[in-house]
C-alpha cells in the first residue's frame, strides 16, 4: 500500500495539517517520500493514525497518547501503565463532568428566577453581577 497524505487524511478522517503536526511532535514517524517529495503512507501509518484519532476523540492528551503507542509496541509487558494513563483521565472526565453539573444547575437556577418583562429587572444580569439600572421603575 502505497497512499499520499491526502488519501491518508480521506481513509482516516484527520485533516492534512494535523497529519504533518502528528510527524512534527513524533506520533507518526516521518514518511517515506517519492522522488518529487511527496510523502507516502503504508497500512502501518494507516493504523497508527486511526489509534492515535480516536485516542485524541476520547480527550487523550498527545503525551498520553505517544505514552500509550509505546506500550503497545510492546505487547508482553504489563498493562499497568495503559490503566494508569486512562485511570487519570477518567478521573479528569469525571472532575470535568461535575464542573458541567454545577454549571448547569446555576445556569437553571438563574431561569428559574428569570419573571421575565424588562431587563432592568432581569434575574439573570443581575446573577452575573450586573445590576440592572431599576432608577427607570
Known amino acids: 500500500m502505497d497512499v499520499s497524505i491526502g488519501e491518508l487524511s480521506r481513509r482516516t478522517g484527520v485533516k492534512v495539517p494535523t497529519i504533518r503536526y502528528y510527524e512534527q511532535?513524533?506520533?507518526?514517524?516521518?514518511?517515506?517520500?517519492?522522488?518529487?517529495?511527496?510523502?507516502?503512507?503504508?497500512?502501518?501509518?494507516?493504523?497508527?493514525?486511526?489509534?492515535?484519532?480516536?485516542?485524541?476523540?476520547?480527550?487523550?492528551?498527545?503525551?498520553?497518547?505517544?505514552e500509550l503507542l509505546a506500550l503497545s509496541a510492546q505487547p508482553e509487558k504489563p498493562c499497568d501503565n495503559a490503566d494508569k494513563?486512562?485511570?487519570?483521565?477518567?478521573?479528569?472526565?469525571?472532575?470535568?463532568?461535575?464542573?458541567?453539573?454545577?454549571?448547569r444547575g446555576e445556569l437553571a437556577r438563574m431561569l428559574?428566577?428569570?419573571?421575565?418583562?424588562?431587563?432592568?429587572?432581569?434575574?439573570v444580569l443581575e446573577s452575573l453581577g450586573m445590576?440592572?439600572?431599576r432608577s427607570t421603575k
Open 25 to 66: 511532535v513524533g506520533l507518526l514517524a516521518a514518511p517515506v517520500r517519492t522522488e518529487g517529495k511527496q510523502r507516502r503512507y503504508g497500512a502501518p501509518d494507516i493504523m497508527r493514525l486511526n489509534f492515535i484519532r480516536h485516542g485524541r476523540e476520547l480527550g487523550f492528551e498527545i503525551d498520553d497518547i505517544r
Open 85 to 103: 494513563i486512562t485511570a487519570r483521565h477518567l478521573a479528569a472526565v469525571d472532575q470535568r463532568i461535575s464542573q458541567l453539573n454545577a454549571l
Open 112 to 123: 428559574d428566577n428569570c419573571e421575565g418583562g424588562r431587563v432592568a429587572d432581569c434575574r
Open 131 to 133: 445590576p440592572s439600572d
